[in-house]
T-cell receptor, first 111, second 115 residues
Framework: SQTIHQWPATLVQPVGSPLSLECTVE??????LYWYRQAAGRGLQLLFY??????ISSEVPQNLSASRPQDRQFILSSKKLLLSDSGFYLC??????????FGSGTRLTVV | DQQVKQNSPSLSVQEGRISILNCDYT??????FLWYKKYPAEGPTFLIS?????DKNEDGRFTVFLNKSAKHLSLHIVPSQPGDSAVYFC??????????????FGKGTKLSVKP
């Protein structure tokens, strides 16, 4: 069966520090992978999606970047965090165009 | 511009009664709609979906209605239970392949079911 792992579950980071959130998928190959952010009053905002290794599309220009070094690994990064980067980050995968399975999320607080 | 709108940020319902969550969309290319349920500190989980070729889909206590002419869909939960208390997200997809079928989400509606 397919599973999605996301870590860490919670993170408190000072402003200006780097960030690395990791997401891995098991039990499938060549999934479409997504990073979403849920910020207060903003719903689920698509940040990045990837259809294959090294292929990253950015939906919202911002302080973050994403990478897909392996087929089932998706990484969200920042060189210098801003206060506005606080939120709940969700990784998701999809075998095709319909429906996602989400990871358990990472609560990031930038202080 | 928001393509998927959930205009009610919160809804409170008594246990056993019906919960109706509404969602409006602006993009006429959307042809697949989904509802996700999210508990605090957890990822959203898929609840129910509907294709634009249908106007109703039912799964147990959950029914989704689609009115294409009004670009409106709603999720009905009958009877509502305290365990249904969560944030519900409406999502839509155009499935045109160009955007890889990316889902566009609404801002969510927080449902509280009181015993």
């Amino acid at each position: 069966s397919q599973t999605i792992h996301q870590w860490p579950a919670t993170l408190v980071q000072p402003v200006g520090s780097p960030l690395s959130l990791e997401c891995t998928v098991e039990g499938t190959s060549n999934p479409n992978l997504y990073w979403y952010r849920q910020a207060a009053g903003r719903g689920l905002q698509l940040l990045f999606y990837s259809v294959g290794i090294g292929q990253i599309s950015s939906e919202v220009p911002q302080n973050l970047s994403a990478s897909r070094p392996q087929d089932r690994q998706f990484i969200l990064s920042s060189k210098k965090l801003l206060l506005s980067d606080s939120g709940f980050y969700l990784c998701a995968w999809s075998p095709g165009p319909l429906g996602y399975t989400f990871g358990s999320g990472t609560r990031l607080t930038v202080v | 511009d928001q393509q998927v709108k959930q205009n009610s940020p919160s809804l409170s319902v008594q246990e056993g009664r019906i919960s109706i969550l509404n969602c409006d969309y602006t993009n006429s290319m959307f042809d697949y709609f989904l509802w996700y349920k999210k508990y605090p500190a957890e990822g959203p989980t898929f609840l129910i979906s509907i294709s634009s070729i249908k106007d109703k889909n039912e799964d147990g206590r959950f029914t989704v209605f689609l009115n294409k002419s009004a670009k409106h869909l709603s999720l009905h939960i009958v009877p509502s239970q305290p365990g249904d208390s969560a944030v519900y997200f409406c999502a839509a997809s155009s499935g045109d392949g160009g955007s890889q079928g990316n889902l566009i989400f609404g801002k969510g509606t927080k449902l509280s079911v009181k015993p």
